[in-house]
């Protein structure tokens, strides 16, 4: 039976002291065939990367780390897996590039949230996000209200692209600032334009309860049009 902390076990694994020599040769190989597999992929930054590639970039981790400190994992083998995740890689990049329902299906497409100040409720629902997390994407974009957004993309990489009106054109809009996105209400306190917490779709409305006349919600909240700084 084995005792805990015994040191020799917990730090080399019962492994000779001299296999730190195999260990910093087979890492230094792999961090070769990592590099070399990363530059045959094709320069594109972080941010560019699509859900694909990032699967691609775990898997090779995955491959990589194994032979760099397992004795029972040989570095030719690990090769091979990256000789053949490349090629099936470049494949299915050849194959997107001729096919777009392929392309679609690998890559995901572009969704517009945000069309002409109002939530695109059909694209939110397919992307299942998070109203929350989208809200604090926009406000990192100096954005106060739906108002001052004539379209918003989610592209395929997970970037989110805005299109602003101009001051000019900027609309009543559904705030996204907590501190007056927090007052929304089912009852209406005064008569006023409201834009419903759902949709962002602006309307008037009198003192009382409504619902509105795109998503049939009922939850508003005072629709302001402010122009944007920065």
Same mark, same amino acid.
């Given at each position: ?11 080399? #694994? ?7 020599l195999e260990?910093?040769?087979r ?6 065939i990592?590099?070399? $597999?990363?530059k045959?992929a094709? /320069? ?5 990367l ?5 699967v691609i ?11 760099? =400190? ?5 570095i030719?083998?690990a ?5 053949v995740?490349?090629?099936l890689y470049? =494949?299915?990049?050849w194959?997107?590039? /001729?096919?777009?329902?392929f392309e679609?299906?690998i890559e ?6 945000i ?6 409720i059909?694209?939110f629902k397919?992307?299942?996000? @998070? ?8 406000r990192?974009?100096?954005?106060e ?5 004539? #379209?918003a =993309? ?8 805005? =299109? ?5 054109e ?8 907590p ?5 929304k209400?089912?009852t ?6 409201? @834009?419903? $917490?759902?949709c962002?779709?602006t309307? #008037? ?5 409504a619902?509105? #006349? ?5 939850e508003?909240?005072?629709?302001i049009? $402010?122009?944007?700084?920065?």
């Amino acid at each position: 039976m084995k005792e805990i902390f015994e040191w020799d076990r917990l730090l080399f #694994n019962d492994l000779p002291k001299s296999f730190i020599l195999e260990v910093i040769f087979r890492s230094t190989v792999m961090f070769f065939i990592l590099l070399l $597999t990363i530059k045959l992929a094709g /320069k594109r930054g972080v941010k560019q990367l699509s859900i694909f590639e990032t699967v691609i970039i775990i898997a090779l981790g995955s491959a990589a780390g194994d032979p760099m =400190f397992y004795e029972d994992v040989g570095i030719i083998p690990a090769a091979i897996v990256f000789l053949v995740v490349i090629i099936l890689y470049r =494949f299915v990049t050849w194959l997107t590039a /001729k096919n777009k329902k392929f392309e679609e299906l690998i890559e995901g497409k572009v969704e517009c949230l945000i069309k002409e100040g109002r939530f695109s409720i059909t694209s939110f629902k397919k992307e299942t996000l @998070a109203q929350d997390e989208f809200f604090a994407e926009l406000r990192v974009k100096s954005i106060e209200h739906l108002g001052q957004v004539k #379209n918003a =993309f989610l592209e395929t990489s997970g970037e989110l692209s805005v =299109f602003y009106y101009e001051d000019k054109e900027v609309q009543y809009g559904l705030p996204i600032l907590p501190s007056l996105f927090q007052k929304k209400s089912k009852t209406i306190p005064a008569a006023g334009l409201y @834009a419903c $917490t759902f949709c962002g779709h602006t309307e #008037n409305q009198m003192p009382g309860i409504a619902k509105c #006349n795109v998503c049939e919600k009922d939850e508003w909240v005072e629709a302001i049009r $402010t122009f944007r700084i920065g």
